[in-house]
């Protein structure tokens, strides 16, 4: 039967679905002799088609490649392409530490390197915009190649100010690898995002509705330049926040994606967990087409009333 709007919001206008740090290594090795990274995001591709959802992007915010290399980028290429042709989303890549940017151009962009032999590679950041029907996601790339902190430069700044110069139809969201929030992984606050103030004087009364992020492997949220800030925690393995005091671990659980409901006046950031799970409740397909045959007020006593 034709959907039924139960509560008070329309549907969304757009999903995205905001995938963070594969780290795929190349033959399919498993990082750190323990995590099949391969499968973690097979597994999470699954989950979000058994779900019904029917995204229109695939936003994956940096450190797609732990090692930048060649094959690690087909392979991950291939697996994300084929599960974003199940609904014709677009695929927006986006650079983080990990990854290197000639390779990430040839293998996630289609970029051939056009200087001669004996010439430097191209090792200008990646920046990109896409548009999703006047949905503007632009591409920042934060990493500082031989480092894993961030850093954006001058000609970056100009060139975001630049396009923020025009608004877009629904608004913007920034994509990043390094997020501008703070973490309480002391360490991880070492590899943070340099200049911050900076960036907020540029996104400062911008049409940037959200800010997507990855790189701490743990999800989060906060504020920047009044702009919620979502980080996705990483699909390969997770910081323990309740490690012992100043210690960082990282764990092969609690991965998860994170998916981005676009509404015309909001913009909401769920997790998805990556795995099976026991169900401890369950409300069949069947029992949502009962309620929406029944008016407003036959729902709330159907469903809200506590019996």
């Known amino acids: 039967m034709a959907a039924v709007q139960l509560g008070q919001y329309a549907p969304a206008e757009k ?32 989950q979000l088609h058994r779900s019904g959802i029917r995204p229109d992007a695939f936003i994956l915010t940096g450190d797609v490649a732990d090692r930048g290399e060649a094959d690690a980028y087909r392979r991950i ?8 042709a199940q609904w014709g989303a677009a695929i927006v890549w986006v650079m ?3 990854d ?5 151009r040839a293998e996630l962009l289609g970029e051939t390197q056009s200087g001669g032999v004996g010439e430097p590679v191209d090792q200008a950041p990646v920046d990109q915009v896409h548009d999703l029907d006047g949905l503007r ?24 100010r630049a396009i923020l110069s025009t608004p877009s139809p629904r608004g913007s969201i920034l994509a990043l690898h390094h997020p501008p929030i703070p ?30 992020g990855g790189h701490l492997h743990y999800s989060t949220q906060g504020l920047f330049a009044g702009i919620p800030v979502s980080v996705a925690a990483a699909t390969c393995y997770t910081m323990d926040l309740g ?44 029992y949502v087409d009962q309620l929406a045959v029944l008016t407003p007020e036959g729902r709330r006593e159907a469903f809200s009333r506590q019996q």
């Open 96 to 98: 983080g530490n990990h």
């Open 137 to 160: 996601i632009i591409v920042l790339d934060t990493s500082v190649p031989g480092y894993h902190h961030g850093e954006i430069t001058d000609d970056q700044l100009e060139w975001l």
């Open 183 to 212: 973490t309480p992984l002391p360490l991880m606050s070492v590899l943070e995002l340099q200049d911050q103030p900076r960036l907020a004087a540029v996104l400062a009364g911008s049409d940037v509705r959200a800010i997507l």
């Open 15 to 46: 999903i995205l679905v905001h995938v963070s740090d594969t780290h795929f290594l190349r033959d399919g090795a498993t990082l750190y002799g323990a995590v099949d990274t391969d499968q973690t995001v097979h597994r999470a591709f699954e």
């Open 77 to 84: 290429r291939g697996i994300v392409e084929a599960a974003a």
């Open 243 to 286: 490690a012992p005091d100043r210690e960082l671990t990282g764990v092969n659980g609690a991965q998860t994606l994170n998916l981005v409901h676009v509404y015309t006046d909001q913009i909401t950031h769920s997790q998805l967990p990556i795995g099976e799970f026991v169900a401890v409740t369950h409300f069949p397909a069947a």
């Open 100 to 104: 290197q940017r000639e390779p990430f």
